[in-house]
C-alpha cells in the first residue's frame, strides 16, 4: 500500500495551460503538504493544510491554488502556467505540524 | 528569516570510507532536526530525527546524528558507506514558531564501487 499517493507522475504541457495535481494519504494524518523541488534539488514549502485548513501559504503566486476535500487528500491546481514552473512538485503528510513528513513520489512538471 | 546550511554540495568517496555532512541552522529557541535522503528516482525518506533527549541520534542504514545545541548543529554521519548509498541527502529544521519545515540545499554524495 503506498502511503502518500500523487497523480499524475509525469505532465507535460504547454505554457498557459491549466493544470492539476492529486495527492492522496492513507495514513491517517491530520497535515499535508506541498513542495517544490527546483532543477537544483532545492525543496522549498509551498502550501501547508492542517485538518483541511490552510496554515502556511509560502508567497507562492495566485495561480497556484491548494484544494483540500477531505483529510486525506490535497490537490494543486495551476492556471495559466509558465517555463519557471517546470519542476519536481512533492507533497507530503505529517500526524501533526512539526512530525516527521511522508512524501509522496513527486510530480515532474515540463512546461514547453 | 529561517536558514539552514548544508556546506558540502557535491561529496565523493570510496565504499567503506567514512562520511560526514554538515548542517547548521541560523535561529534559536526549540528546534525539531530531520535528516532526509533521496535515491537516485525516488522520494524522500527519513534517515533519522530529533525531538528531545539524548543528542546522539540513530537511524536507519548504520546512520547517526549528532545534535550540538551551542554550534546550532545537527552533522550526520556513516562510519563505512556503501555504493548504495549513493543519494542527495537534505537536512531539515522545524522551528515551531513559523509551523514550516526548511530544507537546506541539499548534498550529493557519490560513493564510488
Known amino acids: 500500500d503506498t502511503a502518500v499517493s500523487q497523480t499524475p507522475k509525469y505532465l507535460v504541457t504547454q505554457m498557459g495551460n491549466d493544470k492539476s495535481i492529486k495527492c492522496e494519504q492513507n495514513?491517517?494524518?491530520?497535515?499535508m503538504y506541498w513542495y517544490k523541488q527546483d532543477s537544483k534539488k532545492f525543496l522549498k514549502i509551498m502550501f501547508s493544510?492542517?485538518?483541511?485548513?490552510?496554515?502556511i501559504n509560502e508567497t507562492v503566486p495566485n495561480r497556484f491554488s491548494p484544494k483540500s476535500p477531505d483529510k486525506a487528500h490535497l490537490n494543486l491546481h495551476i492556471n495559466s502556467l509558465e517555463l519557471g514552473d517546470s519542476a519536481v512538485y512533492f507533497c507530503?503528510?505529517?500526524?501533526?505540524?512539526?512530525?516527521?513528513?511522508?512524501f509522496g513520489p513527486g510530480t515532474r512538471l515540463t512546461v514547453l | 528569516a529561517q536558514s539552514v546550511s548544508q556546506h558540502n554540495h557535491h561529496v565523493i568517496l570510496s565504499e567503506a570510507a567514512s562520511l560526514e555532512l554538515g548542517c547548521n541552522y541560523s535561529?534559536?529557541?526549540?528546534?525539531?532536526l530531520f535528516w532526509y535522503v533521496q535515491y537516485p528516482g525516488q522520494h524522500l525518506q527519513l534517515l533519522l530525527k530529533?525531538?528531545?533527549?539524548?543528542?546522539l541520534v540513530k537511524g536507519i542504514k548504520g546512520f547517526e546524528a549528532e545534535f550540538i545545541k551551542s554550534k546550532f548543529s545537527f552533522n550526520l554521519r556513516k562510519p563505512s558507506v556503501q555504493w548504495s548509498d549513493t543519494a542527495e541527502y537534505f537536512c531539515?529544521?522545524?522551528?515551531?514558531?513559523?509551523?514550516?519545515?526548511?530544507f537546506g540545499g541539499g548534498t550529493r554524495v557519490l560513493v564510488k564501487p
Open positions: 535561529y534559536g529557541g526549540t528546534v525539531n
Open positions: 530529533y525531538f528531545s533527549g539524548d543528542p
Open positions: 531539515a529544521v522545524f522551528k515551531a514558531a513559523g509551523n514550516k519545515l526548511t
Open positions: 507530503a503528510s505529517s500526524q501533526f505540524l512539526g512530525d516527521t513528513q511522508y
Open positions: 493544510y492542517n485538518n483541511k485548513e490552510l496554515i
Open positions: 495514513l491517517g494524518h491530520d497535515t
